[in-house]
């Protein structure tokens, strides 16, 4: 009875979702830039950009993204069933089910992307703080934290490659 | 715009929620004793039953319960966009989410929740087996692991529970 | 052959590592109140405090304290073995463990606590700053994370704390 | 003052004490093995085995194993002070701290790795259970459940891997 779906049509369904919910690559690609830069100074955004398609191409973010983005829109048409709805309309601090669903991929990318999810979530820089305000009809309960979790696993999997490439030239 | 949700009406909400689902707590109560009876033989029922009580009163496992439902009960709708509908009814084993969110209020209940619940995933025991046996129109790939962390917190909270008391009989 | 240790005794000894160290409560419970005050105006230092010596009363958290202060020691006094060794020294951004040891006991307290835990991490204010910078024969490659940890987890225990009283408050 | 490690030395180091402390990788391959044939009739210890060696290229992994024997070793020479080194000699279920260092490096596979650990840790098949009965002068607190990440790792990992490979097969 249940279809199996195949992965290209998993991504496929992830960028057009990003997009129509505003939130282009370029700026988790920001995000990644700026959290990193610090420890690189010659760091180039390419890369960054290259760091946030690699994650992007992993099932379990691939699909909480989905799920998120899912949430928000129902909320958003009111669909979602009470008390879930004003909860989830509330993005109230307490909540917590945005933050479980988008950590659960980060954690793949050491406790670096850890760490960096929470700064994020914090401190809402660039396109998350954006997301956060903007209020109205939109709902961006989960997506914002989606966010955090796109650009701290991009920045994690970015500090262990350049760890990678450092010892590389140092001869190994 | 967005209503404050006085944590009664959560709670209520939850517990409306898995009696409708067809979880009776009393089915969460003997996954619970039977996990912990081999550490504790005089073990009693209704220790089992309060532990899953106090565990239900936690804000991050009734947000858990209520997206979780929420989602499955959606998907039995189709109401879920595509691909996350069949995504959701297929109940696939690299899916995640479902994990994830359960996982999430199971964290609080130390590590011996945390090896409980992966347990539980495996072995579905009890009314676990029951909805994941379920077919037809249901759609439990959420409501499991629910159930899951319910009665993995509650087991991890025992324990700590039963070691506090074994201290104070043996006099501190 | 192995004795069993009471609670008190793991306690205490906590209390004295946490000394020896270096680490006042007072200087986390300053921690908690910077990262809460935000949300609530009239907050008092000694209610950080009270949450402090709350979540100390916990047994994994007692227990990461005691294993982190025993690794920093070790490295000290140059009894961990080789490579281990330099690795716990040059406390370097990619080890992990001591993230990883410290934030299971952070889990707990909601996921405001862990986005918490990752802000104090990056951020390191207060005494967090201070071990950090300590240099010489001094290592806090594990003591940093735990200060974190413990003020993390007694600000999410706070924060639902006032929420719960907000919420009586409101009548209920 | 503090050298920086090259990963090469890291990895031999990793191998050298699995070996001292009688884990061989077979051992670890045979229960990926047992974990993953269920779901995937023909399949080969040779995959396995190859999954195993992949994610003992991971740095986190890497390090926890290290940090785990370690205190380990010192647990059986006496050199961990007290309440510590009884404690870790007990063994004792609520200790945390083991499962936690463990975990800390399943998350990066997927919640398939998750609760294939929590399995592993209550049913403790193969080595696990040779190195949880073995008593005497040896202490395998931490390392057995050091085995069990590894394995469940390397599950999580080529259950992602099959997929992926249905997929191709399939035409994509």
Redesign the interface.
């Known amino acids: ?10 991504y496929q ?1 992830v960028m057009n979702k990003l997009t129509e919910r505003g939130v282009p690559l370029e700026a988790i690609a920001d995000i990644v830039y700026e959290m990193q830069v610090p ?1 690189k100074a010659d760091l180039r955004k390419e890369v960054c950009m290259e760091s946030v398609l690699a994650v992007l191409e992993k ?2 973010l691939q ?2 993204i ?2 998120g983005v ?2 928000d ?2 909320a958003e048409k009111n ?6 709805l ?2 989830v ?13 988008a ?3 980060v ?6 992307a ?6 994020l ?3 809402k820089i660039g396109i998350i703080k954006s997301l956060d305000n903007e ?1 109205g009809e939109h709902c961006h309960t989960f997506l914002d934290d989606i966010v955090c979790a796109i650009a701290a696993a991009a920045a994690g999997r970015l ?2 490659r350049i ?2 490439e450092d ?1 590389e030239v ?1 001869g ?1």
């Open positions: 009875m249940s279809r199996k779906v195949h992965s290209s049509e998993v369904a420890y099932r379990e699909h909480a989905l799920v899912e949430l829109t129902l669909i979602l069933s009470e008390p879930l004003s909860i309309k509330a993005d109230e601090g307490l909540f917590g089910c945005d933050e479980t669903l950590l659960g991929s954690f793949g990318y050491g406790s670096i850890l760490t960096t999810f929470g700064y979530d914090k401190q209020g500090a262990h760890r990678d010892e140092d190994s």
